[in-house]
């Protein structure tokens, strides 16, 4: 700001969002328009009951807009409700990963082409105080993710678009997988042990031009790496005999 002024360093960031905007709405206008729905659920049994939460995702594409609208079940008293912080993010994250192709610049300009609608408020995806929600992005805001993918999926697979159509991936796993682990130590103290190896340590969908990722994780994730067994065994009280990744556990590929 200093070298070129703050006029110019707006005008220059007005000029990269424009370019954004202009990229994603040319890869959006060649999906076919309609509507898409997909649904998915969020599976708890924290108080004793199995309960399957409802979470519904409808897309409408009309030209360069993509607008998505979202529905769920009723909030429950438990973690897993999602806010808007957690809705918009891992729809976002969903529209980078498919139409992003990582040559996209990350500004704000990407937000222009779509609208998100919460739904009524009270809701899974939708909630209000006291509703908790410090698990919100990985239970609800995960099964927003998989359904955004699913409904650009079914667009994607639509388009006369080559390029369009090898985005089409399988479904990742995205789910909080942990392995809770408890026990003694070898000085008789109580130890309790939370890896969250099988949470990265989960390969990615395939899709027609390549295979999936060996260690994908989450989608929702910055970045995720295992860490050493040997850095596991020498801070708990543990020995690891293996440790692999299954052959296509992320889906065929």
């Given at each position: 700001?200093?070298?070129?002024?703050?006029?110019?360093?707006?005008?220059?960031?007005?000029?990269?969002?424009?370019?954004?905007?202009?990229?994603?709405?040319?890869?959006?206008?060649?999906?076919?328009?309609g509507?898409?729905?997909?649904?998915?659920?969020?599976?708890?049994?924290?108080?004793?009951?199995?309960?399957?939460?409802?979470?519904?995702?409808?897309?409408t594409i009309?030209?360069?807009?993509?607008d998505?609208?979202?529905?769920?079940?009723?909030?429950?008293?438990?973690f897993?409700?999602?806010?808007?912080?957690?809705?918009?993010?891992?729809?976002?994250?969903?529209?980078?990963?498919?139409?992003?192709?990582?040559?996209?610049?990350?500004?704000?300009?990407?937000?222009?082409?779509?609208?998100?609608?919460?739904?009524?408020?009270?809701?899974?995806v939708?909630?209000?105080?006291?509703?908790?929600?410090?698990?919100?992005h990985?239970?609800?805001?995960?099964?927003?993710?998989?359904?955004?993918?699913?409904?650009?999926?079914?667009?994607?697979?639509?388009?006369?678009d080559?390029?369009?159509?090898?985005?089409?991936?399988g479904?990742?796993?995205?789910a909080?997988?942990?392995?809770?682990?408890?026990?003694?130590?070898?000085?008789?103290?109580?130890?309790?042990?939370?890896?969250?190896?099988?949470?990265t340590?989960?390969?990615?969908?395939?899709?027609?031009?390549?295979?999936?990722?060996?260690?994908?994780?989450?989608?929702?994730?910055?970045?995720?790496?295992?860490?050493?067994?040997?850095?596991?065994?020498?801070s708990?009280?543990?020995?690891?005999?293996?440790?692999?990744?299954?052959l296509?556990?992320?889906?065929?590929?």
């Amino acid at each position: 700001i200093d070298h070129f002024g703050l006029a110019a360093h707006r005008e220059f960031s007005e000029r990269s969002k424009g370019l954004t905007e202009q990229l994603l709405r040319s890869r959006i206008a060649r999906l076919p328009d309609g509507c898409y729905e997909a649904v998915d659920f969020i599976e708890y049994d924290g108080h004793g009951a199995e309960e399957l939460l409802e979470v519904r995702c409808q897309l409408t594409i009309a030209g360069d807009r993509l607008d998505f609208a979202f529905s769920g079940a009723p909030q429950i008293d438990a973690f897993v409700n999602g806010t808007a912080g957690s809705v918009y993010g891992n729809t976002m994250t969903m529209l980078l990963t498919t139409l992003g192709y990582g040559d996209l610049p990350f500004n704000a300009g990407m937000w222009r082409p779509l609208s998100i609608d919460l739904g009524r408020p009270g809701t899974v995806v939708n909630s209000i105080p006291p509703a908790p929600v410090s698990l919100g992005h990985g239970e609800a805001g995960i099964r927003v993710g998989k359904t955004v993918k699913a409904v650009l999926n079914q667009a994607l697979s639509l388009s006369d678009d080559p390029q369009l159509r090898s985005r089409v991936a399988g479904m990742a796993g995205d789910a909080c997988i942990a392995a809770g682990l408890f026990g003694m130590t070898d000085s008789g103290d109580h130890t309790v042990i939370i890896y969250q190896d099988s949470l990265t340590g989960v390969g990615g969908g395939a899709q027609s031009v390549t295979d999936g990722q060996d260690a994908y994780g989450a989608t929702m994730m910055a970045g995720c790496g295992l860490p050493d067994v040997e850095t596991h065994e020498a801070s708990d009280p543990v020995v690891f005999l293996w440790r692999r990744i299954p052959l296509n556990n992320g889906g065929p590929g």
